[in-house]
């Protein structure tokens, strides 16, 4: 997630704590079902959901090749089902206006072919600034003097081992991309707008110019855009910046917010069950919240992508203040058994004053200084900007010229994303969970000796990355 200038919850890359190989439970960190059906109340928080206006109800089924209308009870009126999730039998229910959602899924409940029913949180990308825009001129990834974050983080000595391998797959779960960015272009894949299938067109209307813009098949925001060039960014191509994973990889771009940043659960299980559809190796998610919107159906949609070898890396958050001593918990899905949690450190190697901490951190990867940060905090992070106005621009200003620096936990968890990739371009066969120990067990120290919930095990070492075996210890 990007730094906003005001702390908005629920935009985040991170890495959690994977605990098993293919057959991760979730299962204990998210809430039971929306109601109890044996004690008859409520279990589940409800944080993000309008209970007196909310129609929206996440179904699973407990047999996923069941009709969904045979198993349904007569009681529950159901305006409209849209099936988000085939491997799960997840389904996103609509019930009529002026109904009660609490009634609605108390009696789905009942029925024994129901696994859970629960409502449909919304979540939001954070606001953030682009402090610096440049169009770029100098030959051959003329902005690579800017990005201090590979050295910082090993990528430059860790392209002499790997610089990618273009058969491997990476979707980017985020605002979209711009699809015909120079420096992006010959890395993606099919862009698959999720936001548009589940909630119509992406139409930014402003009342007051009467400006009509529709973002359909692109990035309205600008926060997709920049995390796929950290990843993605073609090197030595003579333009622009260089991604981590080097030459190589491709990108699956997956819309699921508005140009806004706009989203809810039932987009985000319907988004990782398309990156699972795609068969990618690794997921980038830079989207959050609080863990009192976690849903079951996007816990059981994150199981089910660990269980098929995907490794999942998503951000720590951006809530934070540290300087005024304000340290904000680990957001989900990053707080997750199984997903990746990653926080941010600065130019300097400190934990980055927005960071968010806590128990589930894996590691800290270069997100840059905060806005309101001093200036010990560093430069940001340099990366891919879309070529077209965007929401952003409209709004704050923010010129689009290709390119562009921010900063956030956003930034850093692409990092680890594109090492990932480095990491199975050499060995292929690693799981999930070996990835993670990996990455664990060859971070470099950065506060206290060994874990700590501000920076994990430490900062992101690439090189050590792709050279560590299990038999090697850390030098």
């Not at 069950?273 to 830079?286: E, F, P």
């Not at 270069?366 to 891919?384: L, V």
């Not at 120990?437 to 919930?453: K, P």
Request: contains cysteine; charged residues 15%.
């Amino acid at each position: 997630m990007f730094k906003g200038s005001t702390p908005k919850s629920l935009f985040a890359l991170g890495l959690t704590v994977l605990s098993a190989c293919s057959s991760v439970s979730l299962n204990g960190l998210a809430p039971t079902s929306a109601q109890n059906a044996a004690t008859g109340s409520l279990t589940m928080p409800l944080a993000g959901v309008d209970l007196a206006h909310s129609r929206d109800i996440l179904l699973k089924l407990r047999d996923k090749a069941a009709d969904l209308n045979s198993v349904l009870p007569e009681n529950v009126k159901i305006e409209d089902a849209r099936l988000i999730s085939k491997d799960q039998g997840i389904y996103l229910l609509r019930i009529p206006a002026r109904t009660s959602l609490l009634q609605s899924m108390s009696q789905l409940e009942k029925s024994v072919s129901v696994a859970y029913a629960e409502p449909n949180p919304s979540f939001k990308l954070p606001g953030f600034q682009t402090m610096q825009t440049a169009s770029v001129v100098r030959p051959n990834d003329p902005n690579y003097g800017l990005q201090w974050n590979m050295k910082s983080s090993g990528v430059d000595q860790a392209w002499a081992l790997s610089t990618g391998n273009k058969n491997l797959k990476i979707a980017v779960i985020d605002s979209g991309v711009d699809p015909n960015h120079p420096d992006l272009i010959e890395h993606l894949e099919k862009f698959e707008d999720v936001w548009n299938e589940e909630k119509g067109p992406d139409v930014y209307r402003n009342p007051l110019s009467g400006l009509t813009k529709n973002y359909g098949g692109m990035d309205g925001n600008g926060h997709g855009t920049h995390v796929t060039g950290v990843i993605a960014a073609q090197m030595n191509n003579q333009i622009g910046v260089a991604g981590v994973s080097g030459e190589g990889v491709r990108i699956v771009p997956i819309k699921a917010t508005d140009y806004a940043g706009n989203t809810d659960a039932a987009v985000l299980t319907a988004a990782f069950q398309r990156a699972i559809d795609r068969n990618v190796r690794v997921i980038n998610i830079s989207i959050g919240g609080p863990a009192n919107k976690s849903t079951q159906a996007l816990v059981d949609v994150i199981e089910l992508a660990l269980q098929k070898n995907i490794s999942i890396v998503s951000a720590t958050g951006n809530e934070s203040a540290r300087l005024v001593g304000t340290i904000s918990p680990i957001t989900v899905p990053a707080a997750y058994p199984g997903v990746i949690a990653v926080g941010a450190h600065t130019q300097y190697d400190k934990v980055a004053s927005y960071s968010n901490g806590g128990p589930e951190i894996d590691l800290v990867a270069p997100g840059g200084g905060g806005q309101s940060a001093t200036a010990a905090e560093g430069q940001q992070i340099w990366s891919t900007w879309p070529s077209y106005p965007t929401y952003e621009y409209y709004q704050k200003r923010v010129t689009s010229t290709y390119y562009a620096a921010t900063s956030g936990t956003s930034m850093a968890c692409p990092h680890v994303t594109g090492v990932v990739a480095l990491m199975l371009s050499r060995e292929p066969n690693l799981t999930p969970a070996q990835i993670r120990s990996r990455l664990i067990a060859t971070a470099d120290d950065m506060d206290a000796l060994g874990f700590d919930q501000a920076s994990g095990y430490g900062k992101l070492n690439a090189l050590r990355a792709l050279k560590w075996t299990e038999h090697n210890a850390k030098d």
